[in-house]
């Protein structure tokens, strides 16, 4: 992008964003989410972006509440997420404080809303990162009951959006930091 007005670029930001959420190969589409382990220790994995709202300046991705990120995060829910779309040429960051939701409205309504494939991933036995003795050791139960009660949303409130663009003339790097209900820019060296 080579605007440099900072309200057109967050408008992008956002829009791209919103994009990756339709677009199931938008590169987008599945940023790595960084949590603090309840060892201190940092944690990163991959997750899918489900939700986006530019008014709020939130982002929301879906979990197991059985999962170890489910415990970071309730036990810190500082997090971070690292998007990267090498042929937009463009990295972006997002820090901010999660807020899980399970067996409420907002998980009911995400629920309703995902497909099959995507609810079956909360049917499984054991639980996320529990041990196997073989590779395929894990099963998924049909009960769709069960499955919703496993699941959970979370909501990154965005504390700080860092966008960068690499262009061949210079990078340019854009923070957006929150003040209130607003995200206020500042050009950063890259």
């Not at 997090?79 to 990295?91: N, V």
């Not at 998924?140 to 990154?156: M, P």
Request: charged letters at 25%; aromatic letters at 8%; hydrophobic letters at 45%.
């Amino acid at each position: 992008m080579e605007s440099t007005d900072p309200s057109e670029i967050r408008a992008a930001v956002y829009a791209q964003l919103a994009a990756a959420v339709a677009e199931r190969k938008s590169a987008l589409r599945t940023p790595t989410l960084a949590t603090v382990g309840r060892d201190g220790r940092p944690r990163a994995r991959t997750v899918v972006l489900r939700s986006v709202d530019s008014n709020g300046h939130r982002v929301g991705f879906h979990t197991d509440a059985r999962s170890d990120k489910f415990a970071e995060l309730r036990a810190d829910p500082r997090a971070a997420l690292h998007f990267y779309d090498a042929a937009a040429k463009t990295q972006i960051r997002i820090e901010g404080t999660a807020t899980l939701h399970c067996r409420d409205a907002i998980a009911k309504a995400a629920w309703q809303t995902a497909r099959r494939s995507a609810r079956r991933t909360y049917a499984s036995e054991p639980a996320p990162g529990a041990a196997l003795d073989a590779p395929d050791g894990a099963a998924f139960a049909a009960d769709d009951a069960a499955s919703f009660e496993r699941f959970a949303v979370a909501i990154l409130q965005i504390e700080t959006l860092d966008w960068l663009y690499l262009r061949a003339a210079g990078h340019r790097r854009l923070q957006f930091a929150r003040a209130a209900d607003a995200l206020v820019p500042r050009w950063l060296a890259p």
